[in-house]
């Protein structure tokens, strides 16, 4: 099965920017998504198709992939951006949707 | 507003069944496929099963496939999650989430979650 490998934690200071990765085999040919996960909340997807922002999320969010590897970048940290942020793809071999671990983002 | 509400969560025993549902407001529930997401305590998401909008098409993951059933009523506006043989690994918070219509397949819509405990 598609395995998607995530830093467990990343700590960044506020007012600079957070990369957090995701790898998975060929990554490059699917669509990445990013969820923003708070304590004791729903996910939120913060970033869908690799690039693609939902509506109401801010510009300070973007997303890359290329390679093995996509990135979910957050510019001009926030203390409210301090969350576990999980990437996803959908797996058509096996018709499954497959999550990475989650990274704990830790905004100093 | 764009809402799904999930309920039937609770403690049962190992061997047991659950039925969850999770209803939808606020959009037309019939145009869009449907998930469940579940995250046990203290872990990451895992994908728990799928349905297309027209009823034809179920996917499940390995880890439930043969003990769990997913269903939908698309004039009530609702899912359903039919849990059976439960063990302590289904132990978890159970979401519903909206699939983005189109290629994506990302979840731009998720409910607030069902707490499901299983345990003797």
């Known amino acids: 099965s598609y395995v998607l490998t995530q830093p467990p934690s990343v700590s960044v200071a506020p007012g600079t920017a957070a990369r957090i990765t995701c790898e998975g085999d060929?990554?490059?040919?699917?669509?990445v998504h990013w969820y923003q996960q708070k304590p004791g909340r729903a996910p939120i997807l913060v970033i869908y198709s690799n690039s693609d922002r939902p509506s109401g999320i801010p510009e300070r969010f973007s997303g890359a992939n290329s390679g093995n590897t996509a990135t979910l970048s957050i510019s001009r940290l926030e203390a409210g951006d301090g969350a576990d942020y999980f990437c996803?793809?959908?797996?058509?071999?096996?018709?499954?949707?497959?999550f990475g671990g989650g990274t704990k983002l830790t905004v100093l | 507003e764009v809402q799904l509400v999930e309920s039937g969560g609770g403690l049962e025993q190992p061997g047991g069944s659950l039925r969850l549902s999770c209803t939808a407001s606020?959009?037309?529930?019939?145009?869009?496929?449907m998930v469940w997401v579940r995250q046990a305590p203290g872990k990451g998401l895992e994908w728990v099963a799928y349905m297309s909008s027209s009823l034809t098409t179920i996917y499940y993951a390995d880890s439930v496939k043969g003990r769990f059933t997913i269903s939908r009523d698309n004039a009530r506006s609702s899912m359903f999650l039919q849990m059976n043989s439960l063990t302590a690994d289904d132990t978890a918070i159970y979401y519903c989430a909206r699939d983005v219509a189109g290629p994506a397949r990302a979840f731009d819509v998720w409910g607030q979650g069902t707490m499901v405990t299983v345990s003797s």
């Open positions: 996803q793809v959908w797996d058509g071999f096996s018709d499954h949707w497959v």
């Open positions: 060929n990554l490059e040919n699917k669509r």
């Open positions: 606020g959009f037309t529930f019939s145009y869009y496929e």
